[in-house]
């Protein structure tokens, strides 16, 4: 990577809904060392015109029911804040080794919240941009997204870790079958799997050069559920939009709102 770093400028706006079906909001997100304020409720913060340095930013969207969800997914943000400060003085080739660090710290802290509250399990998803050095680092586990749109196409950064995909890679299901599976909520990794303590790591994706105009969408599947990548794309595209991630949140409600629904969308200029 380049020593010698363009000048951008970032912004960024996250919000989070309970959505039209589910009786408290299990999701929550950091957005460059703020916590949510108010994740029961939903959740609105918005960040402008920043010198483009060290930023983190990430979704996480809380295994439901009765196991504690909102408390998990609560966990990784403070706990994200405690590590804030590491994640931001690191080197980006020692980027990787910190966040897998801050992921079993707090697959360990849910572990032993569940083993204190007696739940059958508990968990939560985690999708991450960290800004460093002119470059995105994607960081997730389990099902939240990332997408990159540059001005041109939108680009899936990751890749959901449920069993309908696993599915689909071993040619059981058809991308088709795959879509409808009630597998593509089951998840195969997440932030409180490893109770053993043999140790997790978090998918790294590549880093990504960042050039002026490029938006990145962070997001629960309460987004991904009820809106196509078709969708997002027609969203990014329309260069009248003023406010993409409230957009993005009225579609989802407009088309069911199973779900929890959390997008952060930041934009590079």
Known sequence: MSRFFKRFYIQAHAISDQGNVRTNNEDNFFIDGHVNPEPQSGGNMFLENMKLNDHVFAVCDGMGGESYGEVASAMAVESLNEYYSSIKKSKSIKLGMIIDKYANYVNNR???MVEERNCYNSGTTLAMLCFKDDYAFPFYIGDSRIYLYDGFDLYALTKDQTLATEMLQHGVYTPEQAEISYD?????HFLGEDKDGNGLKITAQSPIALRSGMKFLICSDGLSDMCSDLTLYEVFSDENEDDYAQRLIDLALEAGG???????????F
Not at 184 to 188: E, I, T
Not at 259 to 267: F, L
């Open 110 to 112: 849910i572990c032993k």
């Open 258 to 268: 199973s779900d929890n629904v959390t997008v952060i969308v930041i934009e590079i």
């Open 184 to 188: 593509r909520n089951k998840l195969m």
